[in-house]
T-cell receptor, first 114, second 115 residues
């Protein structure tokens, strides 16, 4: 069983569209995250979500909104997509916020905005 | 806020060469330290981590890293690399003891091993 699964793996869409990426973890972890990896491979955290507490990286545009229906899911919804949103988005989870047990990453969603 | 600096963005080595990738961090408190590897087209995998105890940490695939607190460094080493080690390597930190800030990553080192 995949520990952290993301769908879709690839997403190609036009500017201005709204899209969602889904993430599910079956590890029983308490905290989930979204990271963005740009074309230069730089990884930056976008959101973390723990027990209904959402921490937002202040640099993330408000077109991006995480939605967590339950502890095992953290979806990413993006409104009015722009060319600069093209990137690989990784979901991750950890046993507890700030723990040293490591983070488990999903396989990524490659978003291409045309 | 914490930050991570990886000194080498691209490294090219021949098989069997020794490897050392530099990583320095900046943070006013105690941190947990990680090295992740990303093989081409794949997700991040944890190589090793340090949070307390012996500053020399051994990870998977023959990698090790040494935490030198006085230098704020956590360099990754491998005595003899293989072609299959070609990948992107990321150093990362998070504050110890709590907080949901997640990981702060360095900009990565692209390692190419030539046969």
């Amino acid at each position: 069983d995949t520990a952290v699964s993301q769908t879709p793996k690839y997403l190609v869409t036009q500017m201005g569209n709204d899209k969602s990426i889904k993430c599910e973890q079956n590890l029983g972890h308490d905290t989930m995250y979204w990271y963005k990896q740009d074309s230069k491979k730089f990884l930056k955290i976008m959101f973390s979500y723990n027990n209904k507490e959402l921490i937002i990286n202040e640099t993330v545009p408000n077109r991006f909104s995480p939605k967590s229906p339950d502890k095992a899911h953290l979806n990413l919804h993006i409104n009015s997509l722009e060319l600069g949103d093209s990137a690989v988005y990784f979901c991750a989870s950890s046993q507890a916020a700030g723990e040293a047990y490591g983070y488990t990453f999903g396989s990524g969603t490659r978003l291409t905005v045309v | 806020a914490q930050s991570v600096s990886q000194h080498n963005h691209h490294v090219i080595l021949s098989e069997a060469a020794s490897l050392e990738l530099g990583c320095n961090y900046s943070y006013g408190g105690t941190v947990n330290l990680f090295w992740y590897v990303q093989y081409p087209g794949q997700h991040l995998q944890l190589l090793l981590k340090y949070f307390s105890g012996d500053p020399l940490v051994k990870g998977i695939k023959g990698f090790e890293a040494e935490f030198i607190k006085s230098k704020f460094s956590f360099n990754l080493r491998k005595p003899s690399v293989q072609w299959s080690d070609t990948a992107e390597y990321f150093c990362a930190v998070n504050p110890a003891g709590g907080g949901a800030d997640g990981l702060t990553f360095g900009k990565g080192t692209h390692l190419i091993i030539q046969p």
